[in-house]
């Protein structure tokens, strides 16, 4: 009697790991993946932080659709959304504190933190726009009545760029290409709001209008001095993450760089659709032609790819510019800022 039941609770206790073990493996038969299966295809519960993207572009599309939520659910990861922010130095402390794990901007912009911190890495660049039917996205401005007819005419004066980013790459490049020593022009470090807010009230000369604020001044009468497109450029755009998601969850990256190459390449074709996504009123519309323009810049927009070795070059050449001009105390090895993300053929 007491040998029956003791085999009875050694069956029952088989039969119980057996289930754990069949729902573990994704169900018998259900076809049904659980949290366990998930981790293993690459997300393990991962979290893809990403700074909202405003009302336009193939990210405001992804997070409207919910398309990487979907894409990252296959393998057991998810995306959230955080907050808006002004500049790239803003977005670079959100990273510091943990809030993104995942940012875009130039390679300027991200040299002053590469070279002084090692958790985060480039895993993509978008190659330049070289097409001469494609908007301009970037300028040296001044007023419509200023003396300053060329490069050479700003000695002596004041001209607002970001600092470490962008704008003032661009400036010391344009000086060097005019044979203008630097230290003749003074830079006024002002972020975007606050070099709109210089050069609209005559308080600086001049000012390297760099994204969305370029179409804007120059809407509003602002002469183009020079782009950035005439010179010889290496700030390629590019994407960066924090160095362990890149190691320890790969694919979600992979998932979130093949999601914006669909979208990016979906919006050359249909442009429209990636303008005033949320909201078609209000303060972050656009209408008329600021729609057009943003609508012919989509149109042109490179796909981002994956980094590589080869890219180190460009690295190396805007770290030059800003070491050459005393921007950048220390320096930067492309090597250990460029992380492949490629999966092996």
Known sequence: MWTSRRRTRVAVA???????????????????????????????????????????????????EGILEKRLAEIGAKVEWGGSYASFTATIDAVRSGSVNVLEGAISPVLGYLANSKDIKIFAFTDPVTDPAAPQIDGLVVKPDSLVKSVKDLVGRQVAVNKGGRGEYLLLLALQEAGIPADQVKRVYL????????????????????????????????????????????DLNMQAARVELLKEHPEVVRVYLKVLRELTAEARQNPERFQNV?????????????????VAKARYAAVPRFATAADGAFVTDVAGIFQKYGVLPGTVNPGDVIFDLKPAA
């Open 191 to 234: 972020n975007p709001d606050q070099g709109a807010s210089a050069f609209a009230t005559g308080k600086v000369d001049a000012w390297w209008a760099i994204v969305r604020a370029y179409p804007e001044v120059v809407a509003k009468g602002a002469r183009v001095l020079v782009h950035g497109r005439d010179l010889p450029d290496k």
């Open 278 to 294: 949320f909201l078609t009123q209000g303060p972050t519309a656009i209408s008329g032609p600021r729609l057009a323009e943003e």
């Open 14 to 64: 088989v039969a119980a790991l057996s289930v754990a073990a069949l729902t573990a493996c994704g169900g018998a038969g259900t076809g049904k993946t659980t949290t366990a299966a998930a981790a293993g295809s690459g997300g393990g519960g991962a979290v893809l932080k990403i700074k909202d993207p405003g009302n336009a572009g193939p990210l405001a599309v992804a997070k409207k």
